[in-house]
């Protein structure tokens, strides 16, 4: 089943850094019309004589009841609103990731919402697939069952009798299910029978065996890409833990000729060392795109960005405890681009081959086994022609991946990654942070709630 614009909001919502999700938290409120500052694990909200401070909760399997800051006023649950509410303060509002959907599509200026969600997570509402769903965010494929199903939770209050009535009735509609399931309506509903028509003869052949699949990464099986969610996760904790240098390419183009590209090269050290370089040449339209749109370099407690219009040419912001503690901001950039360009319509899955020549590479050094995804069609981005492939190994890190669609206003968009140096790459201080004033000034220091 496809997943609804409103589940997919809240993928992103739970996928997201703690820190970053009271950053978007704050932007939301500033947006509404508050003053807002991140303040420890709380965003403090304050309009005119009114104060509120704002917690993310999230969902446990370990724990009975989430932990809610006792100071909380307004609470979003990522799990059960009900448990939420349990463990919340009394006087504490409690808002579901349906109600903050909300609050983002319905509660803000046309447009700001989509500028919003774009900012902190690289995506517009308007380009998430599916429509807005029910408020338990799925789209029910079964528009039949659906419709039936709401008109009769009007009936709730009628006696005994008249609901066994109706019950039989749902009954007889089920039983009638046509072609796929589908159901067909009788007569007595206003439904059209199908044509009636005189079976031919058949003769009965025995079944071919179905192969069953079997798995062979996280959320990945012989069959296709099963959960695109999971196998991120994976390639997040697998890219944690190793050093690298990530090349991520990003070309734009009309009727095959190349109008604009950027490439931006990672080297990573550890989860919050590393530095960034971003290379253009030629015009590019679309925005946001998966390379970063500026330099910059990070030494484990601090982020450095490299930017002209500032006074001395780079911006600093301390890094927030929770994504230093975490899997780092690559990392979990990864991930994100993965959850998104391989959620296809249709993938496959096939075993890499190996060097034929078994002499030059024995097999004990040929390290853990690789497999090529080859996905087509999706509903993100909105295009044509949308194409994706990529190498995982089967711890789900995903070596390359590549992507290629056309815009419904006919631009050509390629979009790929790869990785390399994998466990040798080491970090350097680049040569402008120096120029901008050394180690010791020289640097404008940017509050940590600012955008990233």
């Known amino acids: 089943m496809r997943q609804s614009r409103r ?41 005119g004589d009114r104060t509120d ?110 609901l066994v009535f109706v019950a039989l009735l749902v009954a007889a509609v089920v039983v009638t ?49 099963e959960n695109a969610t999971r196998l991120a996760a994976a390639h997040r904790r697998a890219a944690a833990n190793r050093s690298y240098r990530w090349t991520l390419g990003y070309r734009e183009s009309i009727a095959g000729d190349e109008t604009g590209r950027e490439v931006e090269v990672v080297r990573v050290e550890a989860p919050n060392v590393y530095v960034s370089e971003v290379g253009r040449a030629g015009q590019l339209r679309a925005f946001p795109r998966p390379t970063a749109s500026e330099d910059s370099y990070a030494d484990g407690t601090t982020r450095y960005a490299r930017r002209p219009a500032e006074p001395d040419g780079v ?44 002499a030059a590479e024995p097999e004990p050094e040929l390290g853990p086994a690789l497999y090529r995804i080859e996905g087509r069609g999706t509903d993100f981005p909105r295009s044509r022609g949308y194409r994706v492939q990529a190498v995982v190994e089967e711890d789900g890190f995903v070596r390359s991946m590549r992507v290629t669609y056309e815009t419904r206003d006919g631009l050509g968009v390629e979009v790929w990654f790869a990785y390399d140096a994998v466990g040798e790459t080491t970090v350097t201080r680049p040569a402008w942070l120096d120029r901008a004033g ?15």
Do not use: C, K
């Not at 439904?191 to 069953?212: F, I, L, R, V, Y």
């Not at 990392?331 to 959620?343: T, V």
């Open 315 to 358: 911006a600093a912001r301390v890094l927030d405890a929770d994504v230093r503690d975490g899997p780092g901001r690559q990392a979990s950039r990864a991930a994100r681009y993965l959850e998104w360009y391989l959620s296809a319509d249709e993938t496959s899955v096939t075993r890499v081959e190996r060097a034929a020549n078994a």
């Open 177 to 225: 299910a046509g072609p796929g399931g589908v159901p067909v309506l009788g007569e007595a509903f206003g439904g059209q029978q199908p044509p009636s028509s005189t079976p031919a003869a058949t003769t009965t052949s025995e079944p071919m065996p179905t192969p069953e699949s079997r798995a062979v990464a996280p959320g990945v099986s012989t069959a296709g890409v």
């Open 438 to 452: 050394g180690s010791t000034g020289g640097r404008t220091v940017v509050p940590a709630n600012a955008s990233r």
């Open 53 to 162: 401070r704002l917690a993310v909760v999230s969902r446990s399997r370990f724990r009975p009841s989430p932990s809610v800051p006792a100071e909380a006023t307004v609470v979003v649950a990522l799990g059960d609103p009900a448990r939420t509410r349990r463990a919340a303060p009394n006087d504490a509002r409690i808002l579901s990731v349906d109600d903050l959907y909300d609050l983002v599509r319905y509660g803000l200026p046309e447009g700001r919402g989509d500028d919003l969600v774009a900012d902190h997570f690289g995506v517009r509402l308007a380009d998430l697939p599916g429509g807005d769903g029910g408020a338990g965010g799925a789209d029910d494929s079964g528009g039949a069952f659906a419709s039936l199903r709401r008109r009769l939770s009007s009936l709730s209050s009628l006696p005994v009798a008249p």
């Open 7 to 47: 589940s997919r909001f809240g993928d992103l919502i739970r996928a997201a850094s703690p820190s970053d999700r009271r950053r978007f938290l704050a932007d939301l409120w500033a947006a509404r019309g508050w003053a807002t500052t991140v303040e420890s694990h709380l965003v403090v909200a304050r309009r």
